[in-house]
């Protein structure tokens, strides 16, 4: 399945209207190009964006409905999440990744956690003697991952819920944390009332796991 590349408008300090005409380059102009395209090559490898710079003078009403008007102007599908000012890479990531999330469902096993939580060395360790391959994101460590967890597992456990790690997807479908990843692997623990419920019923968990 194609999924539609995220949109990334950037409208920088350039161009002409009537008149005007922009004579002096934008130092923090270039520095957001050099931030957007670096994002795209590192945080955002494997998202599919899509880059459109765009002459801010030659088109400064374009921009303005949406409360744009200070060049640099950043925007991802229409909405700014930087202007006037240097991008700071870890808005771009965010709101591109929150973009992409909404459009592409969750594929194969992953497991979000961080290096300090026992519980995700459970899940881990869990999976390995079950011989369940899986990718694995540090969340501390990965912006992108915990972008990424966070833009998934919100709209299941909802906005007021406290998200823990680890959070777990085996074959695209919700797991939740390590307690709930035990009943696929068929591990007896003790439950863990701090856990987000699980939204797959136990049936379709055993099911995930065949």
């Not at 300090?13 to 923090?28: L, Q, T």
């Not at 240097?86 to 965010?94: D, E, I, S």
């Not at 994101?137 to 406290?162: F, N």
């Not at 939740?176 to 035990?182: K, P, Q, V």
């Amino acid at each position: 399945m194609s999924i539609a590349p995220v949109q990334i408008t950037v409208f920088r300090w350039a161009g002409s209207w009537g008149p005007f005409k922009v004579n002096i380059p934008c130092g923090e102009c270039s520095l957001t190009l050099d931030v957007i395209q670096d994002t795209i090559d590192t945080e955002l490898g494997g998202v599919p964006v899509e880059l459109d710079v765009r002459e801010w003078l030659s088109e400064w009403w374009k921009p303005l409905p949406k409360g744009g008007w200070h060049a640099p102007i950043v925007m991802v599908e229409g909405k700014i999440v930087s202007q006037g000012a240097a991008l700071n890479r870890g808005l771009l990531t965010q709101a591109v990744i929150e973009a992409h999330a909404d459009r592409a469902p969750m594929e194969g096993n992953h497991v979000f956690g961080k290096e300090t939580c026992p519980h995700c060395t459970r899940a881990k360790q869990y999976l390995d003697e079950a011989k369940i391959d899986y990718v694995y994101h540090d969340v501390i460590k990965e912006p992108s991952g915990l972008y990424a967890m966070l833009a998934r597992v919100k709209p299941i456990i909802g906005p007021k819920t406290p998200v823990t790690v680890p959070q777990i997807w085996i074959n695209g479908l919700y797991v939740g944390g390590a307690d709930d990843l035990s009943k696929i692997v068929r591990r007896e623990v003790e439950p863990n009332p701090d856990r987000g419920q699980c939204s797959i019923s136990p049936g379709s968990l055993s099911d995930a796991a065949d």
